[in-house]
């Protein structure tokens, strides 16, 4: 190595060669200017590119940015008043159409002017914090064009003008529209609003309101709301051809305002073709219109629903206090039905099955359904004739939806108790009369019962066929150890657990000699295989088939009650009997008698036994006589069906004061129940928990749950708090 | 220890003179006298006669409310029949060993009745002791009669309306909290019903008393007009 001196590198900067002429920068803006008039005068394609942006570069590098700068703005200001002053001269409607073009214009010019002039825009417009060129350029358009004094309010009336025409249903120019509305955009989203959309929703909301205004005096309410959902519909598709996205839910909602927020009381309650009226007459489409157009609106919905559950309820107290569909409960439980699938239909298909829809419809129907005590008697009497006759033939799915369908009336009912205690008696009438069309339905429904209610309450119901199925076998067995009975009458016993079946006062009549014997000898053929049982005859629940021969030698199978059959057997050996002979002899309680010896004597068709006097009601002294002219067309006539029947008044009371016995001690059951657990607790909250508890069965009368406390205080297992007598304390 | 009056304590004197024994051992054979007097012949209680005859020597009313005072101090278990154990308890608990000193304590019996709190007791008392034994409630005549006796001592204007109420309407015995309840409710709730809470937990009687009432335009508040409105 040899010893050098150390040299430092240093890397100068490249200079150009600076020419120092004074008149440097005003020549070269020179050449710049003559550029940008050029471009604006459609002559840019004489023009080179590179030396315009070189010419720019020096400026700036030269320090002369501020020159250029504000040259361009004077510049570019003066072409603009001129552009302004053509487009301020243009008629009519040429006038749009001439802003476009010059705006297309100025948007190309401004393209190359910005170009050239990058390198500025790059490095003096950010040092010195002024507006980069092409924003420039769009403020100095805006500033001498859109806000000049004779253009800016043109502009706007000839938008708005063009909109009305649109919407008075000219055809306009769609494209000049959107171009002219995109230029105010890209002037800033402060420009397209205050010169143009606050003006333009200002204006519809006016245009709006005298039209619906007239809409609502001339039209009825589905006639309206298709017009006003056409004009919701023409401002969407408006926005979506030629104005900002952003004004859609502002121009929706000026629409919703007028057309329908203001006039939702009056449409909905209009005469005639509101909403009440389109619920009557199913008007799904109307009422889809309705729904969807309310729902944009605050309350709407709410107002739909709050009208259609006044209504529901109201036509529902007056269907369930209508004297005249009290009289057949089969009627009066099919119009309920009726009416809730009339009801889920609109929901389903105009309310767009809404939940809050659905919950209006059951809490109406419960309110409804329970206005009449009857109820849960009637549905028990609807079932009833459904499974006797009504689902005869009917496919397995069908039965199920009817089934389904009665169990959600029943879930409305708030005594469900009282549907318990008729549907067992009904039931226990159907199968003891073997009158049920189909088992497997049967089955089905205390399925449904069980699921809704729990076990408890179709254990009965349960026991009940279980019995009819031993009694079976029981009769089987008996006639296979008596095989020399087989030659006379058929007996068929069906033995009855008592406490599954609905409690019947036993009344024992006299029974003919044969018949007699024969029970004689089942009760000890089941006394000698269940011993420590007791068996008692039900004589009020029995039917018989008696093969008859007539006076002119006809001969007919008669079907009777077992009292009946105990009086025709009667005249085996007398051909004359009186009242009180017959009921010497048989000792059948004297309302059963006359209604029995009424339907064998007095019903067409099924005058098996003549009377004397011939009087339609029964008297005491009357007298008789097997009819011997009896005639019927079919060889077996059935007398006397033990149908199930609406109650009569005193029957009525009679249930409904076991009801009440019963839920006696259902309520005393958890008073206890609930004191046990919760050791002391004040009243208001025993009445609320016992009620609670209650609920799925009855509602529990607040009186009532209060009497059960003192009858529980008086038998000391609760007692009061010696300090604060609304408080109860349970006494183990 | 007594105060014993000067002819009586004479009396005492006397006693101690002649058998030798304690001034305690003295009282006690004095009340142990009284008892004689008035036991009936054939058991060992009072009944009714002697009842009434210590009414006469007391000169009290057998129907005057201080006889109910007397009661309750001995805790008879029934009324018309005391107990050899119930009379002492109830001269010790008074006090008295003469009938001088018996008819000295009347007023301060009576005075009783003002006391808030004894009423209370007296009151409640009452109840078991006027009722048949066997029995769980009181029969409505004999409670009626009570109540109208109780409460002619303290105040309660509603009393009579309370009774013709029962004889119209409920026509069968009172049972113990009906009773207790009742004092409650003439003590809390004013005449007019004002203050009357009909989740108040009162007894159901009671609350067909009130509305008794106001069916009968006896009671004149606010209440009772907003429901005449609604008919």
Redesign the interface.
């Known amino acids: 190595m040899s010893n050098q001196k150390k040299r430092n590198f240093q890397i100068e900067a490249f200079k150009h060669r600076v020419v120092v002429d004074p008149k440097y920068a005003e020549k070269t803006w020179k050449i710049l200017e003559h550029a940008i008039h050029e471009i604006y005068n459609h002559n840019a394609s004489g023009l080179s590119f590179e030396e315009l942006y070189r010419n720019a570069y020096n400026m700036v590098l030269h320090k002369f940015g501020e020159k250029l700068y504000s040259g361009l703005v004077t510049t570019m200001t003066a072409h603009l008043k001129e552009i302004s002053k053509s487009i301020e001269a243009a008629q009519g409607d040429l006038f749009l159409e001439e802003l476009n073009r010059k705006w297309n214009d100025h948007n190309k010019a401004l393209q190359m002017i910005r170009d050239i002039l990058m390198y500025m825009d790059r490095t003096y417009i950010p040092n010195s914090r002024k507006t980069p060129v092409y924003e420039l350029g769009l403020n100095l358009w805006r500033d001498n064009i859109i806000h000049s004094g004779k253009i800016q309010s043109r502009l706007l009336s000839t938008l708005l003008e063009l909109v009305h025409r649109e919407r008075t249903g000219e055809v306009i120019d769609r494209g000049l529209m959107r171009n002219t509305i995109k230029m105010l955009m890209d002037l800033g989203s402060s420009v397209y609003q205050d010169d143009f959309e606050k003006p333009f929703l200002e204006v519809s909301a006016e245009f709006y309101k005298v039209e619906s205004q007239k809409f609502i005096e001339c039209c009825d309410c589905g006639d309206y709301l298709k017009k006003a959902e056409i004009r919701l519909n023409e401002e969407i598709e408006r926005i979506a051809h030629y104005l900002d996205v952003k004004s859609e839910a502002k121009i929706t909602n000026v629409v919703e305002k007028e057309m329908i927020a203001n006039h939702m009381t009056r449409l909905v309650h209009m005469e005639n073709s509101g909403l009440v009226n389109m619920l009557l007459d199913d008007k799904y489409e109307d009422l889809g219109r309705m729904y969807n157009l309310f729902k944009r609106v605050p309350n709407g919905l709410s107002m739909i629903r709050d009208v259609m559950t006044s209504h529901l309820r109201e036509t529902g107290k007056q269907l369930v206090t209508d004297a005249e569909s009290s009289k057949d409960p089969v009627e009066f439980v099919q119009r309920l039905l009726d009416e809730r699938d009339k009801y889920d239909k609109i929901i389903c298909q105009a309310f767009s099955n809404a939940k809050t829809f659905q919950n209006a419809l059951n809490s109406s129907f419960e309110y409804f359904i329970n206005l009449n005590s009857r109820s849960p008697e009637f549905i028990s009497l609807f079932v009833d004739d459904k499974l006797r006759k009504g689902l005869k033939g009917v496919s397995e799915e069908d039965v199920e939806i009817i089934l389904d369908k009665v169990m959600m009336l029943f879930r409305y009912l708030q005594e469900k108790d009282v549907f318990e205690k008729y549907y067992k008696q009904h039931l226990a009438k159907r199968l003891l009369s073997g009158k049920t069309v189909s088992d497997d339905a049967e089955r089905s429904l205390i399925v449904k019962l069980k699921t809704e209610c729990g076990y408890q309450f179709t254990s009965k119901l349960e026991g009940m066929f279980t019995d009819m199925k031993t009694s079976q076998d029981t009769m089987q067995g008996f006639y296979a150890n008596h095989p020399e009975l087989a030659e006379g009458p058929t007996l068929v016993v069906q033995v009855l657990t008592t406490g599954s079946w609905p409690t019947q006062p036993t009344i024992t009549c006299n029974l003919p000699t044969e018949m007699a014997a024969l029970c004689e000898k089942f009760r000890s053929h089941y006394l000698g295989t269940h011993t420590g049982r007791r068996l008692s005859w039900q004589t009020n629940m029995g039917t018989a088939d008696i093969k008859a021969t007539f006076g002119k030698g006809q001969k007919h199978e008669l079907n009777v009650s077992t009292y009946q059959m105990c009086v025709l057997m009667l005249f085996n050996n007398a051909d004359r009997l009186s009242y009180k002979e017959i009921e010497q002899a048989t000792e059948i309680p004297a309302s059963d008698l006359k209604r029995c010896l009424q339907s064998m004597a007095c019903v067409k068709g099924k005058n098996v036994l003549r009377k004397e006097p011939m009087s339609k009601d029964i008297g005491t002294d009357d007298a008789f006589f097997v009819n011997d002219k009896f005639t019927s067309k079919f060889y077996k006539v059935k007398i006397g069906t033990v149908v199930a029947q609406k109650e009569s008044e005193p029957e009525k009371l009679e249930t409904r004061q076991r009801v009440e016995e019963d839920r006696k001690p259902q309520i005393e059951a958890a008073i206890v129940r609930i004191m046990k657990s919760r050791r002391v607790l004040d009243h208001n909250n025993v009445i609320a928990e016992v009620t609670k508890q209650l609920q799925s069965r009855f509602l529990a009368n607040p009186t009532e749950i209060k009497k059960r406390i003192e009858s529980l205080i008086e038998r000391e297992f609760l007692e009061r708090d010696s300090d604060d007598r609304k408080l109860y304390r349970y006494l183990a | 220890m007594h105060k014993l009056g000067r002819s009586h304590r004479d009396k005492v004197q006397q006693f101690m003179t002649i058998t030798g024994a304690s001034e305690k051992a003295a009282l006690q054979a004095l009340k142990a006298n009284l008892y004689k007097r008035y036991k009936d012949p054939y058991t060992d209680m009072i009944l009714v006669d002697g009842i009434t005859l210590l009414c006469n020597d007391i000169q009290v009313d057998p129907q005057d409310i201080v006889m109910l005072v007397l009661s309750w101090h001995m805790k008879a278990s029934t009324m018309c029949e005391y107990s050899k154990q119930e009379f002492f308890t109830g001269l010790q608990a008074l006090g008295i060993d003469s009938l001088g000193k018996f008819r000295e304590r009347i007023p301060f019996m009576r005075s009783e009745l003002k006391d808030e709190q004894k009423f209370g007791e007296i009151y409640n008392f009452a109840f078991g002791w006027a009722k048949e034994k066997g029995q769980?409630?009181l029969a409505l005549d004999t409670a009626i009669g009570m109540w109208q006796l109780l409460f002619a001592e303290k105040q309660w204007p509603l009393v009579d309306h309370w009774c013709q109420f029962l004889q119209a309407r409920h026509n069968k015995a009172i049972?113990?909290?009906?009773w207790s309840?009742l004092l409650?409710f003439a003590r809390t709730v004013d005449t007019s019903l004002s203050n009357y809470d009909a989740?108040?937990?009162w007894?159901?009687l009671i609350?067909e008393f009130v509305e008794y009432l106001n069916e009968n335009g006896i009671i004149s508040n606010a209440q009772s007009m907003t429901d005449w409105s609604k008919k």
């Open positions: 769980k409630s049972s113990r909290d009906t309840q409650e989740e108040g937990a007894p159901y609350d």
